[in-house]
């Protein structure tokens, strides 16, 4: 028995189904809405302050000219990355989920609705900061890109390890501070690879640029992979 609202855990267990019953049917919406418009998505998850925002900065600003780019913005309160988007050249929408610790897959249908990228688009969804929520709530997208900083410490894949779980591949971001900080980049890629054996890696910096024309040479292989599944 629930001590604070007095339900049994059957009931919990049923709501908590349910609820994500209900989310994985508006994901496979989106996926077909993203798939009839030739529209790759990419659900960008980490903690706050991984960098996510930069590194979609300096990923829209190298896709210029090769492909139409839109992002979805999820962040509790502000318009402040979306901002920062526009800004960087690529249309946004912001979803705020005021105490809400996650997108889910009915915000992302109604924000791809307004947003209306083009024909063969990339979508970056990047999702409220939280290594814990987001990892329940498909959004339809095809690919999902967690983002960890090595300020961050080694450890995240195997306190968190849903997340990492669920994850196509693991960014690895801020490797310009790697000299600077505690962080064992061999020990991290273990306790991923525990994790998800197939979780690909790699290691970038938004700053420096490293290691972003290798994101981006995996986002080919990768939608290519998806067109063909």
């Known amino acids: 028995m629930c001590a604070v609202c007095g339900c049994g855990e059957a009931r919990v267990l049923r709501v908590e189904r349910d609820i994500l019953s209900k989310n994985d049917a508006f994901a496979r919406d989106n996926a077909r809405a993203f798939a009839e418009r030739g529209v790759f998505a990419i659900n960008f998850v980490s903690s706050p302050g991984s960098g996510k925002t930069t590194l ?17 913005e999820g962040d509790q309160q502000t318009s402040r990355d979306a901002e920062r988007i526009r800004e960087a050249g690529a249309p946004a929408v912001q979803i705020n989920t005021g105490k ?3 997108l889910d897959a009915h915000m992302v249908g109604h924000a791809f609705d307004s947003l209306d990228p083009p024909r063969g688009a990339a979508l970056f ?18 690919k999902r890109v967690v983002v960890l900083s090595v300020t961050e410490g080694e450890d995240k894949p195997i306190k968190y390890p849903d997340i990492f779980a ?64």
């Not at 979609?56 to 979805?72: M, Y």
């Not at 409220?128 to 329940?136: E, F, I, Q, S």
């Not at 690895?172 to 020990?187: G, Q, R, S, T």
Request: glycine residues 8%; contains cysteine.
């Open 166 to 229: 669920s994850a196509d591949l693991m960014l690895i971001n801020k490797a310009d501070l790697m000299p600077y900080v505690d962080f064992d980049l061999a020990a991290c890629l273990a306790h991923a690879r525990r994790v998800n054996p197939r979780l690909a890696a790699m290691t970038v910096s938004a700053r420096s640029g490293e290691g972003l024309d290798g994101f981006l040479a995996w986002m080919e292989t990768a939608e290519a992979g998806a067109g063909s599944a």
């Open 125 to 142: 969804i990047e999702n409220v900061g939280n290594l814990v929520c987001p990892a329940a709530f498909a959004l339809g997208e095809a």
């Open 100 to 102: 809400g610790c996650h």
């Open 56 to 72: 979609l900065v300096e990923t829209i600003k190298r896709l210029k000219g090769r492909r139409p780019v839109a992002v979805i």
